[in-house]
């Protein structure tokens, strides 16, 4: 007698296991799936769950309860996050990825975010000297951000533009990091061809710490919107209003887009504030556009806000060159400030044709690189400065044909009129020097031979922007 009633008190502890496995499981299912398509099924939800449809009215009786339960497990998913602290290192890993950008966005304090990413390498790898680096807004240092203080506070980034690292730059910086630091192991925080920055690591294996890498990039973009800290990080001194707002402006400065890769970037990021230059792959094609507003600091930092808002707001509603450009004017016509003009060039490529359309007003208009290295500028229709002028202004838009090996450059005056040391302006023959300095053919080593040559031409500091745009079209 007495073993039959402990039989059945075992069966029944095995049942309502069974039945909170396949409770949890089909919640888990259920979560999974309708954030993905939240019309789903049950015959999906049980399909996705690996059980019956019959199961899921066992435990939930309708879909309506089922979307409910699920609904109510989120919220005080989403509620605890709201007080999570810095997670234990390899809490927030799971699955075929070592770390989930919706998942620890949830679960981490922005803030922190470089700890946690430092805490999941040391975990993956079973080493402890790990650090996390930044490229700063210069391109000139790798700045650490999180880790073990026995990794430098900076190394050098040969390659980089602005923040940013090309894909093809990375060779020489895992030379540079393996002869300076013997034994670490470099992963590029990479996203959409550039690397934000990187981690090392001493003696660490090095699939898992390039997964994590991936993964880290995604997460930092995201989260810099909510925090400082890496913005912080990527200065190095103080910059002035107008040029802060220049850089939050700025768009990502190495980019693949059909048909090619740009790379572009704004010196010096600390004091001016005018220029802008900026892009944006669109249905009919990718819109280009290089700026450079009247005067210096607060003013000029304003008139290349609103100039740019114009720009965008055109773009947006897949107007013509010419529109955007009349846009631009009208904007400048509106300002209360005496005179206000911006220079600009606007353009769009289109990928299938190979063509690359542009307005050219009051600026220097765009530039050929060929094949063989040789500078030739474009015989563009040039109009007068944005701003200037009367109201109803006609613009013509002028179209080339790029073919894989040739680049087109765009410059701001600021490069083009940089003091050299003998007193004599950088123009076009610095212009050309630079390029058959570059170490390669590449939009971004283009614009850092550039780079470097207009800050070695003087010891002076720039007297005005210089924005630097390369395309570089490649095979269809």
């Known amino acids: 007698m007495s073993e039959m009633s402990s039989g059945g008190e075992g069966s029944d502890r095995r049942r309502r296991a069974d039945a909170e496995e396949n409770i949890e499981r089909i919640a888990r299912a259920a979560i999974e799936l309708l954030q993905a398509e939240p019309e789903a099924g049950l015959e999906e939800i049980a399909a996705a769950a690996g ?8 435990h939930f009786g309708s879909r309506e309860e089922l979307v409910r339960v699920v609904g109510q497990r989120a919220r005080e998913a989403s509620d605890a996050n709201q007080s999570d602290a810095l997670r234990p290192p390899g809490e927030l890993a799971g699955g ?79 030379a540079m990091i393996e002869k300076q630091l013997p034994g670490s192991v470099m992963a590029p925080l990479l996203l959409r061809g550039r690397a934000l920055g990187v981690l090392l690591a001493v003696e660490a294996p090095e699939r898992p710490l390039v997964q994590l890498a991936r993964q880290a990039a995604a997460a930092l973009a995201l989260a810099n919107v909510y925090t400082d800290v890496f913005d912080t990080t990527r200065r190095r001194k103080e910059t002035t209003p107008a040029s802060e707002i220049q850089q939050n402006l700025l768009p990502p400065r190495i980019a693949r887009i059909s048909g090619g890769i740009l790379a572009g970037n704004v010196l010096p990021g600390y ?5 802008w230059f900026d892009y944006v792959e669109n249905s009919d094609g990718t819109w280009i556009g290089v700026a450079d507003s009247m005067g210096k600091g607060t003013t000029a930092a304003a008139l290349g806000g609103v100039s740019l808002g114009a720009f965008r707001a055109k773009r947006r509603v897949n107007a013509q060159l010419d529109a955007a450009a009349l846009a631009i004017h009208h904007t400048m016509l509106e300002v209360a400030v005496q005179g206000a003009f911006v220079n600009v060039v606007l353009g769009r490529w289109h990928g299938p044709s ?3 359309s542009s307005v050219t007003c009051g600026h220097q208009p765009p530039l050929l690189i060929t094949g063989d290295g040789d500078l030739i ?11 200037l002028g009367h109201p109803a202004r006609r613009f013509s838009i002028d179209r080339r044909r790029l073919d894989p090996g040739e680049r087109l450059l765009l410059l701001s005056d600021g490069v083009l009129d940089r003091a050299t040391g003998n007193g004599e302006r950088f123009g076009l023959d610095g212009v050309r020097a630079a390029i058959a300095a570059a170490v390669d053919g590449a939009a971004a080593s283009t614009v850092r031979a550039l780079e470097d040559a207009i800050i070695a031409a003087s010891i002076d500091p720039l007297e005005d922007d210089a924005t630097i745009v390369v395309f570089a079209p490649t095979s269809p």
Request: charged share 25%; glycine share 10%; with cysteine.
């Open 51 to 58: 059980v019956s449809r019959s199961t899921i009215y066992r």
């Open 96 to 174: 075929p990825t070592p770390l989930d950008v919706a998942d620890v966005l949830n679960k981490v304090p922005p803030h922190l975010l470089g700890e946690q990413i430092v805490s999941e390498a040391q975990r993956l790898t079973g080493v402890r000297s790990v650090a996390l680096y930044l490229v700063d807004i210069d391109g000139s240092l790798l700045l650490r951000l999180a880790g073990s203080e026995e990794f430098p506070a900076e190394l050098d980034a040969p390659s980089a533009v602005g923040p940013e690292i090309p894909r093809e730059g990375l060779g020489r910086l895992r």
């Open 271 to 275: 004091e001016i504030g005018g220029d």
């Open 354 to 356: 190979s063509t690359f």
């Open 377 to 387: 500028e474009l015989g563009c229709a040039e109009h007068a400065s944005l701003g």
